[in-house]
């Protein structure tokens, strides 16, 4: 098969004109052109009059060799690389250990998928419950302000990814085309294909949840155990050598090989390795506010008289500013057309996040509007960042009244440095709901200077993100894990033999589709290893 890259058509172009275009590049006739599919389709809309969509296509055609002897000189036709994945290794048939998979994220759900498929029967542990389930405690939080603990945005079936915008696109190297595994298997279990080829693919909670239930039976149906309710509050070492774990049930299972794909959010579990010896390091993240404006500003702003168009959806961003006192500002996990959602995993604490519908129709737009901070901002030992994120959700809980409402503030109120008393145009999305008011407290003083002196700069990128009415609302803690446990070439733990870190929680990993990828990367560690000690 041959590919051709950066094919450059009309937003409402046709398809009769997209085939003109490939046999133009190609320079043959129709009948030469045998079958093609579009691999990628990318949009650029720096000229909102005149937005283009960017193909990459495969295609197969006759005499393949003459067309890239007679186009060698362009750099947009080549052979098609070869995506499919290959399988490291098989399962010995006297398998005497099975490896045991802590949780069941994207990360713990692509390692269990991929050690199942190669016939290594993983035992998969989830501390939260069965996805269904856990959807029913999330939502009794949100309309009901009733917390669980154990089944929550962060704690069960799908990780805290199946209460999100479901993004699927990352920046991360892929040579190996991991990512491409992790789609095709998401379209398996029941995601939209186009997710194969749209440039930046999004799922939404609902097909997530259904999706993540079919890839269950697909490991069951392989040979892996998957346990809900199942929390590991302690991991057997002996000389350095893992040799099992221990549920707060008081169950021990033996193995000598544990993934560890807790999730960013699994404080208890953290300090136990920390308390273990398990080395442990203090990571930077980011602290901040999730920000709301009509939808519509949005849309118009970067899509001018083409907002609306099917095939560009609701519109995204992304922002970025360097500040005076040397904070970076920057928009994270931004989610067209979703809502702000309550995402604490403890009691007493407030947490923002932010999710969509696969459909992005409602109203808001949302994004995380974030600060960096380093561990020189939380000296200590390595889990200091987990007490700061804890100290800033329960000041949010007090701030929001105590009953799991949030914090708010309308963005021209926060920049005036004056409460907010009412609301404007943009009403909150978040539930159980949200307490007007000042977040100036919210933050440490250099974070809000830094939000402070970011919103205008982003209102000239963006006419109207400044906007008076738009909403801020707090706090935002989870933007990614506060500590990484390190990891040496082979996966595993830099002082304890047979623990393999993986994805956001160990901090490899920001997103579904990096820390699916890390997962399988992860999972293939362990099976050439299981295989080198049979």
């Known amino acids: 098969m041959l590919r051709i890259t950066e094919l450059r058509l009309p937003l409402n172009h046709t398809d009769a004109e997209l085939k003109s275009a490939i046999l133009s590049k190609l320079n043959i006739a129709d009948d030469k052109l045998l ?48 995506t499919s994945y290959h399988e490291v290794s098989r399962a010995p048939a006297n398998l005497k250990t099975r490896p045991i998979v802590i949780g069941t994220g994207p990360c713990g759900l692509f390692a269990g998928l991929i050690l199942a498929q190669m016939g290594f029967n993983p035992i998969i542990l989830e501390r ?20 669980n603990p154990e089944s929550n945005v962060q704690f069960g079936e799908g990780g805290a990814g199946t209460f999100s915008d479901g993004k699927l696109y990352t920046q991360i190297k892929d040579p190996k ?4 595994k992790v789609l095709e298997e998401f379209v398996k279990a029941g995601a939209p294909p186009e997710i194969l080829y749209v440039s930046k693919p999004h799922i939404g909670t609902f097909k997530l949840v259904s999706m993540v239930e079919d890839m269950r039976t697909s490991i069951e149906a392989l040979g892996g155990e998957i346990r809900f309710s199942s929390r590991v509050d302690d991991l ?20 000598s090989h544990v993934v560890l794909a807790v999730g960013h959010s699994a404080r208890d579990t953290f300090k136990m390795l920390y308390e273990r010896g398990v080395y442990v390091e203090a990571k930077p993240f980011s602290i901040g506010f999730r920000i709301e404006h009509p939808q519509s500003i949005i849309d118009n702003c970067q899509f001018g008289d083409n907002a609306g168009n099917e095939i560009l959806g609701a519109a995204d961003y992304k922002l970025a500013h360097h500040c005076t006192n040397g904070r970076s500002v920057y928009s994270f996990c931004m989610c067209p057309g979703g809502t702000v959602v309550a995402a604490t995993s403890e009691a007493g604490h407030v947490v923002t996040n932010g999710m969509s519908q696969y459909s992005r129709n409602e109203r808001n737009a949302n994004s995380g509007i974030v600060v960096g901070i380093t561990p020189e901002d939380y000296p200590g030992n390595p889990l200091a960042g987990i007490d700061l994120q804890r100290r800033l959700e329960a000041h949010a809980f007090t701030l929001g009244g105590g009953t799991y409402a949030a914090p708010g503030q309308l963005v021209g109120d926060f920049l005036a440095q004056r409460p907010s008393t009412e609301w404007g145009q943009v009403l909150p999305s978040y539930t159980p709901g949200v307490q007007l008011g000042d977040l100036s407290s919210a933050l ?3 974070a809000i200077d830094a939000i402070r002196e970011a919103l205008p700069v982003f209102d000239k990128k963006i006419k109207g993100f400044a906007m008076h009415d738009a909403l801020l609302t707090g706090v935002e803690t989870r933007t990614s894990s506060p500590i990484r446990i390190k990891r040496n070439d082979d996966c595993q733990s830099l002082n304890t033999k047979g623990l393999y870190p993986a994805g956001e929680g160990a901090g490899y990993a920001g997103g ?22 049979s």
């Open 35 to 82: 079958s093609y599919t579009v691999f990628r389709r990318a949009f650029d809309a720096r000229k909102k009059h005149d937005i283009k969509l960017i193909y990459t296509i495969d295609l197969l055609a006759s005499n393949e060799d003459d067309i890239l002897k007679n186009l060698a000189a362009d750099l947009q036709v080549s052979t098609t690389p070869d």
């Open 128 to 147: 939260g419950k069965a996805v269904r389930e856990r959807t029913k405690d999330t939502f009794g939080l949100w309309r009901k302000g009733i917390f």
């Open 177 to 180: 085309h991991y990512g491409r």
């Open 236 to 255: 057997l070492i002996d000389n350095g050598q893992v040799q099992g774990v221990q549920l707060s049930s008081g169950e021990i299972l033996h193995s």
């Open 444 to 446: 440490p003083g250099y």
């Open 512 to 533: 579904i589709l990096s820390a699916a990828v890390d997962g399988i990367k992860v999972a293939e560690a362990v099976a050439i290893n299981i295989i080198s000690m």
